[in-house]
């Protein structure tokens, strides 16, 4: 089998795409929070910010930024780390916990190639949900939860070395 053929993409074409699958998101999921996985991420959640709007105040969508690396070549990383590691390199702040409570987010990225870095992504976050979720009395827990979902432009039909949970749109 020889390699996949490589498509070519115009500017137009990727907004159309994103475009095409605001209304999904907005009737499927209602974010009010986007989170963008730098640097791809970036460009997409912006232009889902052009399309969606906050459901409870019709204004734009805040965008926070995550920076992760998986194949970039950081100072201190070995090449053992390169493609097999997920690198933190910016995170949501000193108490992302609460600026995630209650939130109904959507994380961001370009491309789906290994599934990696979405996973370490969604499992920080919510990380950092629970951890801020065991601070409030019990009976607030289940209200305050978190709903994540992903959007990926390009999902790479290959293997997948990470995984998401089933219940994650």
């Known amino acids: 089998m020889g390699e996949p053929e490589h498509v070519r993409s115009t500017y137009n074409d990727i907004h159309n ?3 095409g699958a605001s209304d999904k ?3 499927e999921f209602k974010p009010d929070m986007f989170i963008a996985i730098g640097g791809g991420g ?3 959640a912006r232009v889902l910010r052009t399309f969606l709007k906050d459901p409870s105040t019709k204004r734009n969508i805040p965008i926070q930024a995550i920076g992760l690396s998986l194949y970039e070549s950081l100072p201190d990383t070995t090449a053992e780390q390169l493609g097999g590691e997920v690198i933190r390199t910016q995170w ?3 108490d992302p916990g609460k600026t995630l409570l209650g939130r109904r987010v959507l994380i961001v990225d370009e491309v789906d190639d290994s599934r990696k870095t979405l996973q370490y992504a969604l499992n920080e976050l919510q990380k950092d949900v629970e951890t801020e979720l065991q601070l409030l009395p019990e009976f607030e827990r289940d209200s305050k939860r978190t709903k994540f979902a992903v959007f990926v432009v390009h999902n790479k039909l290959k ?6 949970p089933p219940n994650i749109p």
């Open 25 to 27: 998101i907005a009737s």
């Open 159 to 164: 293997l997948k070395l990470g995984k998401l």
């Open 92 to 94: 949501l702040g000193p």
């Open 42 to 44: 970036f460009f997409p």
């Open 17 to 19: 795409i994103i475009r």
